[in-house]
């Protein structure tokens, strides 16, 4: 069965400092993997995916996620966090051996980022 | 495009009421999936359709939930009667095929008093 886990809960950061929000997936076929970003009383906003191509993913609002096969994970990250990327990141994972293809969302990362 | 689109935003009602839930989807997309977020739980698929007929209902709680699709434009998720452990932000998505990512409505905040 497909399935994606987010090991941490809450990842805290000082603005300016690197983020890093992890995730490992368990598919059986080649993955689709996805970045969601939901800020409070928002719905899910896509940040960036990875289909084929290059490991190095780039996204929206300056993130990146790096595709990592050996080691089954799609970690997100940014070079310096700002106080605005405070919100919940979900991760997930959509194996196209299922006919329908649907997305598995991990259990969500909230990112707190102080001043 | 104006997104995909939830109504209402908000909702209140008092138990026993019965609860309807709108979402129309992005035009073009054949896909539409129902989530429900809680604390507790996280975010939880309920059903989803695919060219307008459900594929897979096994995350509707119970009977009470009961989801349409009758035309490609809009879709209903009802619960009757409502109790307060629905109270829930409910959110619809759409997506355009296999492969893609969701797109996801602003969600519909219910409370259930």
């Known amino acids: 069965a497909q399935s994606v886990a987010q090991p941490e809960d809450q990842v805290n950061v000082a603005e300016g400092n690197p983020l890093t929000v992890k995730c490992t997936y368990s598919?059986?076929?080649?993955?689709?993997l996805f970045w969601y970003v939901q800020y409070p009383n928002r719905g899910l906003q896509f940040l960036l995916k990875?289909?084929?191509?290059?490991?190095l993913v780039k996204g929206s609002y300056g993130f990146e996620a790096e595709f990592n096969k050996s080691q089954t994970s799609f970690h997100l990250k940014k070079p310096s966090a700002l106080v605005s990327d405070s919100a919940l990141y979900f991760c997930?994972?959509?194996?196209?051996?299922?006919?329908?293809?649907?997305?598995?969302f991990g259990a969500g990362t909230q990112v707190v980022v102080t001043p | 495009d104006a997104g995909v689109i939830q109504s209402p935003r908000h909702e209140v009602t008092e138990m026993g009421q019965e609860v309807t839930l709108r979402c129309k989807p992005i035009?073009?997309?054949?896909?539409l999936f129902w989530y429900r977020q809680t604390m507790m739980r996280g975010l939880e698929l309920l059903i989803y359709?695919?060219?307008?007929?459900?594929?897979?209902d096994s995350g509707m709680p119970e009977d009470r939930f009961s989801a349409k699709m009758p035309n490609a434009s809009f879709s209903t998720l009802k619960i009757q009667p409502s109790e307060p452990r629905d109270s829930a932000v409910y959110f619809c998505?759409?997506?355009?095929?296999?492969?893609?990512?969701?797109?996801f409505g602003s969600g519909t905040r219910l409370t259930v008093v």
């Open positions: 998505a759409s997506s355009a095929r296999r492969g893609e990512g969701y797109t």
């Open positions: 598919v059986s076929g080649n993955p689709y």
């Open positions: 990875y289909i084929t191509g290059d490991n």
């Open positions: 997930a994972v959509r194996d196209l051996t299922d006919s329908w293809g649907k997305l598995q």
């Open positions: 035009s073009g997309h054949n896909s």
């Open positions: 359709f695919n060219n307008n007929v459900p594929i897979d």
